[in-house]
């Protein structure tokens, strides 16, 4: 019963994790760290060079120049050449509704009448007056009365440190259908740093999870020491992309009216900014909309419209430098982290995202929040313990038995699981042994050994048997003894007589 009550709670506890995530709208710290400095500030200003032909008297040219302002919003950077997408109605508008602004200033400006400066056409209460203010509207004839040329400039403001007022041009290079389609720009002029800019990695879808927490990322003015870069969280409703229609924002919780919240920031210069998924924060798509109705567009259309204008999104050395850096940093090992941020400054040095973090990671390097401080750290003990060499000495005597043990088994194998030996040769036959004759009358001669001490002589005592009683023979070697020899002649034994 106690097994099965610990298995039940660990079931509990498993479930709860997992379901923990969908319901929890907590981001976690820096999610947006790896899009930021890739976020930059883009303005479009239409300039306007128009010449006033007036013929109502003494023929006189009148010329003018004019900059209205054509669009603000915030931009993503894509790739380390400077690859910018952003919305189209940011960067481009029908340059007829500049025409007739432009027409209305300066033909207000010069015959001292007064007409309304806007984008809409106008009549004026004295007939000549009028005909003339109508042949200056566009479309251009033979008989107009004004010429007009319209180019659109387009400058950059990136988030660096400090901040830089001028900016850097940039052409349009793909415009969308519709105005809150996506459009792609590229630097015409100079860009910040020697190997490129900052990238924001492109998700590769959007999460379809109803109440997907995201975070928006833009900027509500130009960059600077009093305008960062503005964060705010939102959640997404269901569907996908939804298309160039859009997605809209919706908080599962309802506390907040999320797309009047984000169509307020839109108007003030944050459309088109990257929307930031919470899974690895990378971009899922761009804030579209305004009002009390801001919706986002998805990764996909972005993708489309970078493949129409033949550019690919990629990252670069500055990314590569700066996500080492920060997984370190996010990981809490300070030490680490602060040479990867200052290799990031020497590549890009107004990167704002890695100075501030640097300068954190220094403060905290060698703390005790550092996890590198505490890995090095090894504690000090007065005397080394004499267990462990014990413990090892007997696992040692333990292997040494175990194997001696194997050994001894494997060779009292049965006769049976054992190959049979090969068969010896033969031993080879005694030499053979001849005998000497023996005298007449004697019998066969019987020789017994005895055992010899190491250094003596080996000697024989032979005993025989004869019929003749005269004849006699050495009683320590056995040699035949001569008629009266008191010695042997070989060994020198005494006989016995």
């Avoid at 007056?129 to 566009?138: D, F, G, I, K, S």
């Avoid at 960059?223 to 997605?247: C, M, Q, W, Y």
Wanted: with cysteine; proline share 9%; net charge neutral.
């Amino acid at each position: 019963m106690g097994r099965l009550a610990a298995l039940a709670g660990g079931l509990a506890v498993t479930t709860a994790l997992l379901i923990m995530p969908a319901t929890a709208h907590e981001h976690p710290s820096g999610i947006t760290d790896l899009v930021t400095p890739a976020v930059v500030r883009v303005e479009a200003v239409s300039h306007v060079e128009i010449t006033l032909l007036d013929h109502l008297g003494e023929l006189k040219h009148v010329e003018r120049s004019y900059d209205i302002p054509l669009g603000q919003g915030t931009g993503t950077v894509v790739n380390p050449e400077g690859a910018i997408v952003t919305l189209t109605r940011v960067v481009k508008t029908d340059n007829e509704d500049v025409a007739i602004l432009a027409a209305n200033r300066i033909f207000a400006a010069h015959h001292k009448v007064k007409i309304p400066q806007d984008a809409k056409r106008h009549k004026v209460k004295d007939p000549r007056l009028n005909h003339h203010l109508e042949e200056c509207y566009p479309p251009k004839r033979s008989t107009a009365t004004c010429i007009i040329d319209v180019t659109t400039d387009i400058t950059i403001f990136p988030n660096v440190s400090p901040a830089d007022s001028d900016g850097f041009k940039a052409e349009l290079v793909r415009a969308g259908s519709r105005p809150d389609s996506p459009a792609v720009l590229m630097p015409s002029g100079r860009a910040v740093g020697s190997v490129g800019m900052p990238t924001a990695p492109l998700a590769d879808k959007v999460p379809d999870q109803v109440g997907s927490p995201t975070s928006v990322a833009g900027f509500l003015g130009r960059p600077g020491p009093d305008v960062r870069n503005t964060v705010e969280i939102a959640h997404l409703t269901k569907g996908g992309g939804a298309g160039d229609k859009g997605r809209p924002f919706a908080d599962p919780e309802g506390k907040t009216d999320e797309p009047a919240k984000l169509g307020g920031l839109a108007d003030r210069g944050m459309v088109g900014a990257p929307v930031i998924g919470d899974k690895d924060g990378h971009v899922i798509g761009m804030l579209i909309g305004g009002g009390k109705n801001a919706k986002m567009i998805g990764v996909r259309e972005i993708t489309a419209i970078l493949t129409k204008a033949g550019i690919a999104p990629r990252r670069g050395a500055i990314d590569s430098a700066f996500e080492g850096a920060l997984t370190r940093y996010h990981t809490k090992y300070y030490t680490e982290a602060a040479p990867g941020f200052q290799r990031v400054l020497e590549l890009y040095p107004g990167n704002t995202v890695a100075a501030e973090l640097l300068k954190i990671s220094l403060a905290k390097r060698g703390g005790p929040e550092d996890e590198g401080t505490k890995q090095a750290a090894v504690p000090v003990t007065a005397a080394t313990p004499l267990w462990p060499f014990i413990v090892a000495a007997g696992v040692l005597f333990v292997a040494a038995g175990t194997g001696a043990f194997v050994l001894w088994r494997r060779r009292r194998e049965p006769a049976d699981q054992l190959e049979p030996p090969e068969p010896l040769p033969p031993p080879p036959p005694p030499p053979a042994v001849i005998a000497e004759p023996l005298d007449e009358g004697a019998s066969q001669t019987v020789v017994v050994r005895r055992s010899v001490a190491f250094g003596a002589i080996p000697q024989q005592k032979q005993v025989l048997t004869t019929k003749d009683p005269s004849i006699k023979y050495c009683t320590a070697c056995g040699m035949k003894l001569g008629l009266g020899h008191r010695f042997c002649g070989y060994c020198g034994h005494p006989s016995e007589t």
